[in-house]
T-cell receptor, first 114, second 109 residues
Framework: NAGVTQTPKFQVLKTGQSMTLQCAQD?????MYWYRQDPGMGLRLIYY???????DKGEVPNGYNVSRLNKREFSLRLESAAPSQTSVYFC?????????????FGQGTRLTVV | KNEVEQSPQNLTAQEGEFITINCSYS?????LHWLQQHPGGGIVSLFM???GKKKHGRLIATINIQEKHSSLHITASHPRDSAVYIC???????????FGKGTKLTVNP
């Protein structure tokens, strides 16, 4: 039982390059989330998906797009990376909406944009 | 203004000490989460609380809804407890968690 799997773990991009962060969960969870973590700040929500086929913006969606490919997978795309997107990205999932149940997190993706 | 405030920001303890980390919040919530993040980055859920108290091994979490305050206690601390502890609230009616900035705990042998 893998839980939440994120790939890649590390990535270095040049400004303007694009990439997709992949996330998959095997717990049959309805809700999936993408967060970014920056030094001195709490995790901030980028996008979330309350169920298959739906996505909604969080606090900091600019510069990102997401796809809820199926119930298991939720990807985050940077179309044109900027240095301000240097961060650690976490995918999370939970069974119910509103996170009134335990949340499970991936191991994180450390992204550097130069 | 941060809706979730944690204190202290940093905490250093000797092995065996009793540890308390505090979390205060300013809005109505449906649940509060305590998370642990080890060096190397993975985040693990420790507790989800909506009232009262929960215990798991040497960890105890309490919440006072009226005072909008929660505490995480670690009894008989150990160097392997060294991590960042994060408080997060699920606001009533919202889809998202709001996170505190975390408390970095270092337990020395």
């Amino acid at each position: 039982n893998a839980g939440v799997t994120q790939t890649p773990k590390f990535q270095v991009l040049k400004t303007g390059q694009s990439m997709t962060l992949q996330c998959a969960q095997d717990m049959n969870h309805n809700s999936m989330y993408w967060y970014r973590q920056d030094p001195g700040m709490g995790l901030r929500l980028i996008y979330y998906s309350a169920s298959e086929g739906t996505t909604d913006k969080g606090e900091v969606p600019n510069g990102y797009n997401v796809s809820r490919l199926n119930k298991r997978e939720f990807s985050l795309r940077l179309e044109s990376a900027a240095p301000s997107q240097t961060s650690v990205y976490f995918c999370a999932s939970s069974y119910l909406r509103r996170l009134n149940t335990e949340a499970f997190f991936g191991q994180g993706t450390r992204l550097t944009v130069v | 203004k941060n809706e979730v405030e944690q204190s202290p920001q940093n905490l250093t303890a000797q092995e065996g000490e009793f540890i308390t980390i505090n979390c205060s919040y300013s809005v109505g919530i449906s649940a509060l989460h305590w998370l642990q993040q080890h060096p190397g980055g993975g985040i693990v859920s420790l507790f989800m609380l909506s009232s009262g108290k929960k215990k798991h091994g040497r960890l105890i979490a309490t919440i006072n809804i009226q005072e909008k305050h929660s505490s995480l206690h670690i009894t008989a601390s150990h160097p392997r407890d060294s991590a960042v502890y994060i408080c997060a609230i699920a606001q009533g009616g919202s889809e998202k968690l709001v996170f505190g900035k975390g408390t970095k705990l270092t337990v020395n042998p």
